[in-house]
């Protein structure tokens, strides 16, 4: 899970990279042609089907809608705002998720974890600070790329279980294709990137997929609630590289907050796994 997230954090960075050099809509259309190819050949050369009528369901559907909302709005975000604030605000996807399990998949959540989701959504305010001198409308992409990102796994929950990780890897990528040459028909077309930029997405995409193979990895072989916590270490690796590589400086308020934020992920987690055990 560490390795996942690490890579994660290395893919947004390339991806900021990128999107330097190119439109984020082409970003997005490489990427996904990229990420579609290599899940494609992972599926041929297991015998599965590129394309089953499971993907055409419901659920798919609105998995598909928030997949590509959430990559969007974040690439959006990690291309216009400091890399460090929006890989803080992303770690609020957990509690996004959490609050949405119990809305809408009937999942009980008492008190506490009511009371700690909210105090980790003061901790996103405290990163976008609406209203102060410090409010960068554009971090508000970020926000939209956590909504978008939770609603991914909550309809993952309830995908249909014939499906497999690489299948499911095709339905994500393939569909930031036409949202990006959408963005790209409204933002004048796509340009010839220099070879840094192109190299910067090449590298992004593949430790992303490495990520995503890492990720999956950990949930199959691991208990979910011993190796889920280590999900908030991609705070630390995009701080990181924002601050080494990108020279960004966060300020405290966004240590503060992400700092909020990280705590009540960890403690909604301790009290998910203490109610398992006494169940």
């Known amino acids: 899970m560490t ?14 990279t990128a999107a330097g050099h190119m439109p984020v809509g082409q970003v997005l259309v490489l990427f996904g042609l990229l990420g579609t190819g290599v899940f494609s050949v992972l599926a041929w050369r297991r015998g599965e089907a590129l394309f089953h009528p499971a993907m055409l369901s419901r659920a798919m559907l609105l998995r598909a809608g928030f997949e590509s909302g959430g990559r969007l709005f974040y690439t959006l975000a990690i291309a216009l705002t400091p890399l460090s604030n929006a890989s803080a605000i992303m770690q609020a996807t957990p509690l996004v998720v959490v609050a949405g399990a119990a809305l809408f998949l009937g999942e009980r959540v008492g008190w506490r974890r009511w009371l700690a989701i909210w105090v980790g959504f003061a901790g996103v305010l405290m990163i976008l600070r609406p209203g102060m001198a410090g409010f960068d409308a554009a971090s508000g992409l970020a926000v939209l790329g956590t909504l978008g990102f939770a609603g991914r796994d909550l309809a993952t929950r309830v995908a249909p279980r014939v499906l497999s990780n690489a299948q499911l890897g095709i339905c994500g990528f393939s569909v930031l294709v036409p949202v990006g040459l959408i963005l790209l028909a409204g933002s004048g077309g796509a340009t010839l990137p220099p070879p840094e930029g192109g190299a910067a997405l090449v590298l992004g995409a593949a430790f992303g997929l490495a990520a995503y193979a890492a990720l999956t990895q950990a949930m199959r072989l691991g208990e979910v609630s011993v190796v889920t916590p280590f999900r908030y270490t991609r705070l630390l690796f995009g701080v990181g590289l924002g601050m080494i590589v990108l020279g960004e400086r966060p300020d405290a308020m966004t240590w503060a907050g992400a700092a909020v934020i990280l705590l009540s992920g960890l403690y909604i987690m301790a009290r998910q796994r203490r109610r398992i055990s006494e169940a």
């Open 3 to 16: 390795a996942a997230m690490a890579g994660f954090a290395l893919e947004d960075m390339f991806v900021k």
